[in-house]
């Protein structure tokens, strides 16, 4: 992957509900997109679970703010990243609510972060 | 390629110094601050290949002992940002 000069990487380590984290952090890598910049969003530790598939924040009367996900693909933000090892220590599937999750082994995925400019962690 | 990480919080409370390390590469540098000087004392920090630093000011406050090897003070923090070609803020 050639990574340009500005390049950002949204990490999210946050579950989805208890914290606005993972919203504020969709929201950033939005508004990156939407001035077309290379923004990739990156899942690790607790973030992961915002990625899991069959989830309803309507039955805790929470924002479902994982709909927005779906949003991606239209700011052109088309890099989501998930660390293998995260998933596997949940107990997890590689079943997700949102296409194209590249899984990466914990040091690919170190490899692949390391190449963008900026790192914002949320 | 390296990365500056700051590390803000205890690895007694939370996983954010262990999800440091696993992106962390040999060549980076780690800066314990606030809470992260805690870490000094953490099984995490044992054998670590990189070079590891706490915040003089921070380990005073709380009391925490750091070898001089391993202490800095905030004025030569600012420095490190600008010889790494980036910075993760782990809190």
């Known amino acids: 992957m050639n990574v340009q000069s500005q390049s950002i990487a949204v990490l999210n380590s946050k579950s989805p509900f208890a914290t606005n984290a993972g919203k504020e952090a969709l ?17 690790q530790g ?22 927005t996900f779906s949003a991606l693909e ?19 599937t590689q079943y997700f609510h ?8 914990q040091d690919e995925f170190s490899a692949t972060l390391r190449q963008y400019q900026t790192i914002v962690r949320f | 390629m390296s990365i500056l990480h700051l590390v803000r919080t205890s690895a007694y409370q939370h996983d954010d110094f262990a999800q440091c390390l696993q992106v962390c590469a040999p060549t980076d540098v780690i800066i314990l601050l606030d809470d992260g000087c805690y870490n000094l004392s953490h099984p995490l920090a044992n054998n670590l290949s990189q070079s590891i630093y706490a915040i003089e000011e921070h380990c005073i406050a709380r009391a925490v002992s750091c070898s001089t090897q391993q202490q800095l003070s905030i004025k030569e923090l600012t420095p490190l940002f600008f010889s790494h070609n980036s910075v993760i803020t782990w809190q």
Do not use: M, P, W
């Open chain 1, 27 to 43: 929201d950033v890598a939005l508004i990156f997109g939407s001035f077309e910049q290379n923004v990739a969003l990156f899942f």
């Open chain 1, 46 to 67: 607790e973030g992961v679970r915002q990625l899991v598939a069959k989830q309803n924040a309507e039955t805790i009367n929470a924002k479902d703010y994982l709909a």
């Open chain 1, 74 to 92: 239209f700011y052109d933000v088309e890099h989501i990243y998930v660390c293998e090892n995260s998933l596997t220590v949940r107990n997890l």
């Open chain 1, 98 to 105: 949102v296409d194209n999750v590249q899984v990466l082994s």
